[in-house]
């Protein structure tokens, strides 16, 4: 079974520049989530899909950052634009359903450098 | 609020025991899971605790207290390779959101 796939792996840009991630989620995961994880620290949720309808994106900046999952498969994560403090590892991880025994698989990660 | 303790660090030997703590306060508790993280690598699953005890799984067991917001992670006969932050997270209700402890990064010598 083919794992999360993510892309790119890593991203050097300069602040106030655009960057793009995507996410190619397990074939049937219908939960799709995107953490940012600063280094030394846990990952943080940015969004959470529930096939294409968001279900908690609370914690993301809505000034700089968006994310879309259309037709409930792929998605994207957008930073526009970036700032020093968005360098992190972008993380994304999906899970067959809601459901609290379906564990979270994660991909790769996109590692961010803002300079 | 919600909150995750886990020690920063942690230095073993290997061949010994370790045992990691978590500590949480959440407004909801749907299950604790235990995540390894590798240094540039994504988090793997260890563990899935929803009822209080403990489950054995290999070197690798887990224990919740839901009375006590408590949970450990212990790994016996350590390897080498088990150097590696080890993540503790809570599962919330409405919405399945889990929160992430920062980690605890275990560190075995020979």
């Known amino acids: 079974e083919a794992g999360v796939a993510q892309s790119p792996r890593y991203k050097i840009i300069e602040k106030r520049q655009s960057v793009a991630f995507w996410c190619n989620p397990i074939?049937?995961?219908?939960?799709l989530y995107w953490y940012q994880q600063i280094l030394g620290q846990g990952p943080k949720l940015l969004i959470q899909?529930?096939?294409?309808?968001?279900?908690?994106d609370s914690q993301l900046p809505k000034d700089r950052f968006s994310a879309e999952r259309l037709k409930g498969v792929d998605s994207t994560l957008k930073i526009q634009p970036a700032k020093l403090e968005d360098s992190a590892v972008y993380l994304c991880a999906s899970r067959v359903s809601g459901g609290a025994l379906d564990t979270q698989y994660f991909g790769p990660g996109t590692r961010l450098t803002v300079l | 609020g919600q909150n995750i303790d886990q020690p920063t660090e942690m230095t073993a030997t290997e061949g010994a025991i370790v045992q990691i703590n978590c500590t949480y306060q959440?407004?909801?508790?749907?299950?604790l899971f235990w995540y390894q993280q590798h240094a540039g690598e994504a988090p793997t699953f260890l563990s899935y605790n929803v009822l209080d005890g403990l489950e054995e799984k290999g070197r690798f067991s887990s224990f919740l207290s839901r009375s006590k917001g408590y949970s450990y992670l212990l790994l016996k006969e350590l390897q080498m390779k088990d150097s590696a932050s080890y993540l503790c997270?809570?599962?919330?209700?409405?919405?399945?959101?889990?929160?992430f402890g920062a980690g605890t990064r275990l560190f075995v010598k020979a």
């Open positions: 899909f529930q096939n294409n309808g968001v279900v908690d």
């Open positions: 959440t407004s909801g508790f749907n299950g």
């Open positions: 074939s049937g995961h219908a939960t």
């Open positions: 997270a809570v599962l919330g209700t409405g919405g399945f959101k889990t929160i």
